[in-house]
């Protein structure tokens, strides 16, 4: 792992990318984190209702990320109803159908990647949008002077980026077995599982990731697009 460390670090010292120090800080924060994690996840796992909460603080600090990553901290709350929106149906679809028992085992490990992607494609999907507005504040203008409403103009300039966001999933998904072996496959070999156990875990997984990222980012757009959820800069530079 300190071996690890030290490449990613001299990569990016000799690559200029300027990520040194967060590299490191990232680190350090993954081991303390999975430290602590891995002392609370073993009562979770064991009690229902605490992998509900434990769900809950993912589930918050996943929208914090989100929303600190776009620039919308202060627009927080749009962030967890676009998120919420995608992975709520995700989870009841599993555990009501009866697809996954209902307990902490199985509740915490899918809901947190569920979360964790989402959190991923709200991001992406934001930033690629407010990019987008910024360098096309001219096209925005030009909109508006030929008789369109503001959230005409802002969807029509942020469309792209919609399907641009799901994208790294959706290869993810197609080349699922050719290209990489993700975890949920991996795990369920590891624990004992069958074959085709790990590949209906694994079917799950990715089903569900792209389930709750499509609706998270066509709700997140939709939020964008109506000015809702905008960083404070284009609520100033985007006035109808």
């Known amino acids: 792992m300190v071996a690890l460390v030290v490449v ?9 990318l300027g990520l040194s120090r967060q590299v490191l800080w990232a680190c350090a924060r ?30 918050v600090v996943a929208v914090f990320t989100s929303a600190g ?18 992975i709520a149906p995700v989870l009841l679809i599993v555990f009501l159908s009866g697809t996954a028992p ?5 509740l ?10 989402t959190m991923t494609g709200h991001t992406l999907v934001g930033r690629k949008a407010f990019d ?14 030929i008789g369109l409403e503001r959230p005409q103009v802002i969807r029509a300039i942020i469309d792209r980026t919609r399907a641009e966001a799901v994208i790294p999933n959706l290869d993810s998904t197609r080349t699922v077995g050719l290209v990489t072996l993700p975890g949920a496959f991996v795990g369920v070999l590891l624990g004992g599982g069958s074959p085709i ?25 939709e939020l964008i697009g109506t000015a809702r959820l905008l960083p404070v800069d284009l609520r100033e530079r985007l006035r109808p």
């Not at 303390?32 to 605490?50: C, E, F, N, P, R």
């Not at 915490?108 to 992607?117: H, K, L, S």
């Not at 987008?132 to 002077?145: K, S, V, W």
Request: glycine share 10%; hydrophobic share 65%; aromatic share 8%.
């Open 69 to 86: 990553r776009c620039g919308v901290r202060d627009r927080w709350w749009w962030v967890a109803l676009a998120m919420a929106a995608g």
């Open 102 to 106: 209902l307990n902490g085992a199985a």
């Open 108 to 117: 915490v490990p899918i809901a947190g990647i569920i979360i964790g992607n």
């Open 197 to 221: 156990q790990a590949g209906a875990a694994q079917l799950l997984v990715l089903f569900g990731i792209l389930a709750a990222q499509f609706v998270t980012v066509t709700v997140a757009a």
């Open 30 to 59: 993954a081991i303390l984190q999975l430290a602590a994690v891995s002392l609370i996840i073993t009562a979770a796992l064991a009690h229902l209702a605490l992998a509900a909460a434990f769900g809950l603080v993912m589930f």
């Open 8 to 16: 990613t670090v001299a990569v990016s010292l000799i690559g200029r």
């Open 132 to 145: 987008e507005l910024r360098t096309t504040i001219g096209g925005y203008e030009a909109g508006l002077a």
